[in-house]
Nanobody
Framework: QVQLVESGGGLVQAGGSLRLSCAAS????????LGWFRQAPEKEREFVAE????????RYGDSVKGRFTVSRDNAKNTVYLQLDSLKPEDTAVYYC????????????WGQGTQVTVSS
């Protein structure tokens, strides 16, 4: 059973930085896609970034390009999301997710970690 546990959220001032971590367990993740999503109150869930476990190719949502960086540490089975130049509109619960090979969509989700950016 795949488990994803996020950490690293918190309260930060606008312009500041945070690093989120997602510890993945339950199997080897070769061929998986690991992603980050966020959801603010009364808004739909938004794609933030993703990284392919094998090869490390990445993709970002338009609202975070140039400010956020996704990376992974294969040895630690951990995916990171570096959040820089944070804005109040980045405030949301951030979720880690995993898509198994050939899955049509993300099929494993973490519980989320809160990021709050004050102005």
């Amino acid at each position: 059973q795949v488990q994803l546990v996020e950490s690293g959220g918190g309260l930060v001032q606008a312009g500041g930085s945070l690093r989120l971590s997602c510890a993945a367990s339950g199997r080897t993740f070769s061929g998986y896609l690991l992603g980050w999503f966020r959801q603010a109150p009364e808004k739909e869930r938004e794609f933030v970034a993703e990284i392919r476990w094998s090869g490390g190719s990445t993709r970002y949502g338009d609202s975070v390009k140039g400010r956020f960086t996704v990376s992974r540490d294969n040895a630690k089975n951990t995916v990171y999301l570096q959040l820089d130049s944070l804005k109040p509109e980045d405030t949301a619960v951030y979720y880690c997710a995993a898509a198994s090979p050939y899955a049509a969509r993300y099929n494993y989700w973490g519980q989320g970690t809160q990021v709050t950016v004050s102005s």
